[in-house]
Every structure is written in structure tokens, then in C-alpha cells.
């Protein structure tokens, strides 16, 4: 079977140095035109091909590398073969930016250690690296690459969710520098520590109702409470949707990344932690009860955990809530899938394990008044 002769010529030449970097992209744009006509099982086998290049010594040629298998991956080629390939390639590019975020840690990180305008510190950062590209050339053409890369990793690991932590594992010594520095980097750790399957309570004390559920793919707690809200109805209630099918399908990965419509928060969300020592939830008009909302802007890994379980309550709303929903990755699918309802058993034991957990944030509560 004769394979596609641009793809062998980008394998042989990525690591020339007497080809210059527009005689490989011209390579690459040569390339792309001899896919426009061939079917996906030679697509594939490009692709197949291509995927070594990606951890290729040459990190800026194999970061355009990368351009061109998003673009094949978004048309439909398997993205598996490109798990490990891709890893490398970030890991190079990664270790190649680490003089610069040493630089940023010692130059920026005092004064970013007082400002809460988030915009002004991007803005502090991004003067700084573009200050620094003059001493430090090789490190910031390096955070070009990995943008590039990128791309290609918020497709291939938003889709291949089982390679998620092993990547991470094998990429976490290089991407921790620079996530404070690239907001790219900083999603793509988002991405890889994404929670799957976690297990998840959901008890709506009023009505005495509650189910045991996994939760995967949900990127902060606005994806988490619009989730929440369709589950709610669909598997437990069976009533009057609280967000459109729309907006559900946005949430759960499917479909564009943002619903030009407003999303209207149906309760309070609040942690185990607010049940008080009578088994109830503070009244909807205590708004000193806020520490133990579930806020939009923070993630699920910050809702805190009980025997193994991450345990909600939800409870009437203190006051109106609305949000335009747009979710953060493309390929990643997301969802709250129940395993059963709580029985009139089942519920009295949670309460009673939350009580019981409870019960020396009371005793401190005595202590310390």
C-alpha cells in the first residue's frame, strides 16, 4: 500500500537543520492539500505516521506538527495514537520554558502577591515576557510552541479521558512552573485533573429526597449547579425543566461552548457542612451561611468530601441568581449520572454521618464562644 509521500518527507526532514522553517511549512501546507481527496482510512494511516514527529528534538516543528493533526483529529481521525506522542512533545517545550518561569517567580510573584485585579496581573505578565524574550529567546519561542500544542491536547485529551491522569503524572514537574504564568498551561492542568466518576450525595432536605450519583468531565461548580439542575429534574422529580435542553447540552459537552441564554440558579447549593445541630439548613435569609455556598467561579474538588463521597444539600434560594453558561473545553463531555434514589433508610443514615462529622465543628464552635 503506497503511503502518502508528503507525510514520509515530514517525518524525514523535521530534524534537518539545512531545510529552513518555511520550506517545512510549505511541506506541511503540501500536505494538507493531499488530504483534501483521500478517505479516513488514509487519513488515519497520515496520521498514524505523523504522531512520532510530535515529540520530535525539533519542538517548534513538531508544535506546527500539531496544527496540522488537530485540524486531521477535528475532521474525524482516531486521536488515540497521539496520547504519548503529544506528552513528550508538551514535556520538551515545558522543560525548554522553565529559565523563564524561574525569571517570572523572582521578578513578578512579590508584587502579584497584592494585587486582586486579575486583568492588571495578566497584563503585568505578559509585559514581562515579552520583556524578557530579548535575554531569553529560546523560552518564550518555547511558550509559542506549547500554545500550539495545546490546541491539540485540549482535543486529544478532552477525548482519550482514561490517559488524563498517567499524562498528568508524567507531565506534572514541567507544567507546574509555568501554570501560574500561562493561562494555556493553566488550562491544560485544569484538563488533565479533571474528576471522573467522582462519587457524589445530593440530599434536598425539604422534601426528603436525595440520590447517590458519579460525577466526570465538570470543570468548576457554574458547569457543576447547571449539571445538577437537569439531573435533578430528569431522574428525580420528573417536573418542569429548570434550564433548557439547550443549555444541557452545552453543559454536558455537547454542541457549541456557550447558549446565548441566562441560566437561573434554582437554590442554594451548600456543602454537608451547613447542617446544623437540628438536622436542618440555615435559613435561605442568613447570608452568613455563604461559607458554605457552592460559588460558581470554584471548582467541585473543592466541595468537600464524606466518606468517600462529595455531599450537597440544596435549599431555596436566598436571593435571584443568573448566569450565561459557557463551558471551558470543546471535546470534554461531562455529566451527573445517578446510580439510585435514597430511601427513606438510606437518607437518615447520610444525615446521620453528617451529623456526626459535624459534631466537633460544633463543639469548636462552643469552645471558641
Not at 498551561?185 to 432536605?205: A, M
Amino acid at each position: 500500500m503506497m503511503q502518502n509521500p508528503y507525510a514520509l518527507k515530514i517525518v524525514e526532514q523535521i530534524e534537518n537543520s539545512s531545510i529552513t522553517a518555511r520550506e517545512f511549512r510549505t511541506l506541511l501546507l503540501q500536505f494538507t492539500q493531499s488530504l483534501k481527496d483521500c478517505v479516513k482510512r488514509e487519513a488515519n494511516e497520515c496520521l498514524h505516521l505523523l504522531a512520532p514527529t510530535l515529540a520530535s528534538r525539533n519542538v517548534s516543528r513538531a508544535s506546527w506538527v500539531a496544527e496540522v493533526c488537530q485540524a486531521m483529529v477535528e475532521s474525524g481521525c482516531n486521536s488515540q495514537e497521539l496520547v504519548r506522542p503529544l506528552a513528550s512533545g508538551l514535556k520538551r517545550a515545558l522543560e525548554a520554558t522553565q529559565p523563564l518561569a524561574e525569571k517570572l517567580e523572582r521578578k513578578l510573584a512579590p508584587k502579584l502577591a497584592t494585587i486582586e485585579d486579575q486583568e492588571k496581573a495578566k497584563r503585568w505578565i505578559d509585559s514581562a515576557i515579552r520583556q524578557l524574550a530579548v535575554k531569553l529567546p529560546k523560552a518564550v519561542g518555547s511558550l509559542k510552541s506549547i500554545e500550539r500544542f495545546c490546541d491539540l491536547a485540549f482535543q486529544v485529551y478532552g477525548q482519550q479521558v482514561e490517559s488524563r491522569r498517567k499524562v498528568w503524572k508524567y507531565l506534572e514537574p514541567s507544567i507546574t512552573p509555568m501554570a501560574r504564568w500561562s493561562s494555556v498551561v493553566g488550562d491544560l492542568k485544569t484538563l488533565l485533573n479533571l474528576l471522573e466518576k467522582e462519587p457524589l450525595i445530593v440530599i434536598d432536605l425539604a422534601n426528603k429526597r436525595g440520590f447517590v450519583a458519579k460525577f466526570s468531565g465538570i470543570v468548576d461548580n457554574a458547569q457543576f449547579i447547571t449539571l445538577l439542575m437537569d439531573t435533578y429534574v430528569h431522574q428525580v422529580v420528573f417536573g418542569k425543566p429548570l434550564i433548557s435542553y439547550d443549555v444541557a447540552q452545552c453543559a454536558k459537552g455537547i454542541g457549541p461552548c456557550e447558549v446565548n441564554e441566562e441560566v437561573h440558579g434554582a437554590w442554594n447549593v451548600y456543602s454537608y457542612r451547613a447542617l446544623n445541630e437540628m438536622q436542618r439548613l440555615p435559613d435561605a435569609k442568613d447570608l452568613t451561611a455563604n461559607r458554605h455556598w457552592l460559588w460558581n467561579d470554584q471548582t467541585p474538588d473543592q466541595i468537600p468530601a464524606l466518606h468517600g463521597h462529595r455531599v450537597v444539600f440544596i435549599g431555596p434560594p436566598s436571593y435571584p441568581r443568573q448566569w450565561t453558561f459557557r463551558r471551558k473545553f470543546k471535546d470534554v463531555q461531562a455529566a451527573i449520572k445517578v446510580d439510585f434514589e435514597l430511601n427513606k433508610l438510606d437518607l437518615q443514615m447520610w444525615l446521620d454521618r453528617v451529623m456526626q462529622a459535624n459534631h466537633h465543628q460544633f463543639e469548636a464552635q462552643e469552645i471558641g464562644s
